[in-house]
């Protein structure tokens, strides 16, 4: 009875572990940073500052539209996990909408999609199940280019 419990125990952990493969991690916003969102210089230094965050951070930009004040980034990958059982794969991608407020001052807004697939099934947005997960991405790109700023 014992061997069978061991046994059990042993086999529910080996079956239920997962580990992270590859060396992808989620980006960290620091401690106690707090986003503008209103930036009162002029639109193409925001629009310059955004532009550079993401070359820095070899984020691929998907399209942009400087008229239109919008910035749609490629894909960024995620952590990946893997079990006996399968693997989960995230992923995600900013977009950035800039409004203008009058008197030369604009509202940027950004906005992470975060995306899970498992076991090679199509990729699912999970936004709405990481919340914090979600804001920590968006604050971390706010910070890099605030630092574009300053």
Same mark, same amino acid.
């Given at each position: 009875? *014992? #061997?069978l419990i061991l046994f059990s125990f042993l086999a529910s952990?080996?079956?239920? +572990?997962?580990? #992270?493969?590859? +060396? %992808? !991690?989620?980006?960290?916003?620091? *401690?106690?940073?707090?986003?503008? *969102? !209103? /930036?009162? &210089?002029?639109?193409?230094?925001?629009?310059?500052?955004?532009?550079? %965050?993401?070359?820095a951070n070899r984020i691929t930009i998907a399209s942009q539209d400087k008229e239109n004040m919008s910035i749609q980034t490629? /894909?960024? &990958?995620?952590? #990946? &996990? %893997?079990?006996?059982?399968?693997?989960? +794969?995230?992923? /995600? *991608?900013?977009?950035?909408?800039? !409004?203008?407020?009058? +008197?030369?001052a604009f509202t940027m807004h950004i906005v992470a999609t975060l995306e899970a697939t498992s076991k090679g099934n199509d990729w699912n947005e999970v936004s709405k199940d990481n919340p914090a997960l979600v804001r920590n991405l968006e604050n971390w790109l706010y910070e890099k280019i605030e630092n574009q700023l300053n």
């Open positions: 009875m *014992k #061997t952990v080996f079956f239920c +572990s997962c580990f #992270t493969v590859g +060396s %992808a !991690t989620f980006p960290n916003a620091s *401690k106690n940073f707090t986003p503008r *969102k !209103t /930036y009162t &210089q002029p639109f193409d230094t925001l629009w310059n500052a955004v532009q550079n %965050a993401l070359v490629d /894909y960024i &990958q995620g952590i #990946t &996990q %893997a079990s006996l059982l399968g693997s989960e +794969s995230t992923r /995600y *991608k900013y977009s950035i909408i800039f !409004t203008s407020t009058g +008197s030369h």
